[in-house]
């Protein structure tokens, strides 16, 4: 780790690179403790004999000095479930929601019976809700028309024409 030189009637001594003088020999100097490495802010750094080596952490991808964001929703490697959620990149891992109409994790999601726990939309006393998966639908009940989320009272007028 010392490189001499012999000079007239002496010699000096010098330390390889990434080693430094210590009382009487060069010991090997640790970039990653004194943070004089070159990693990247998303790599880890370990000290080697004399050097240090830089590898990206989970979520990366790189050579260590440069490590660019993985996403994970593009390339499909993540755990939301791929029906009923929706993957959305961060940096350095991913997210998983539910989509609308279905609650959990993102990871599993079951759905919600909009018509039993009462949050729909449809005619509150003249329409029937039923409930599908991840949505709800709305029929008007016999005797009403409309809009399933409007329905009226379908009255209907027979007229006769006096000549």
């Not at 990366?60 to 959305?88: K, L, M, P, R, V």
């Not at 809009?147 to 006096?162: G, R």
Request: proline fraction near 2%.
């Amino acid at each position: 780790n010392t490189n001499c030189t012999n000079t007239k009637g002496s010699y000096n001594c010098s330390c390889n690179p990434g080693f430094s003088w210590d009382i009487d020999k060069c010991t090997d100097i640790d970039e990653c403790d004194q943070k004089t490495h070159k990693c990247s802010k998303n790599a880890n750094c370990t000290n080697t004999e004399g050097f240090y080596n830089c590898s990206c952490i989970p979520g990366f991808s790189g050579d260590g000095h440069q490590c660019q964001d993985i996403d994970e929703c593009s390339q499909n490697s993540h755990n939301c479930s791929n029906i009923t959620a929706t993957c959305n990149n961060t940096k350095g891992s991913f997210k998983c929601s539910c989509k609308p109409g279905f609650s959990g994790d993102g990871n599993k999601c079951t759905d919600i019976d909009e018509c039993a726990e009462n949050i729909h939309n449809c005619s509150k006393d003249n329409a029937t809700c039923s409930n599908s998966k991840g949505t709800f639908n709305c029929s008007c009940n016999p005797g009403f028309r409309g809009v399933e989320y409007n329905c009226t009272a379908d009255c209907t007028f027979n007229s006769k024409s006096t000549e």
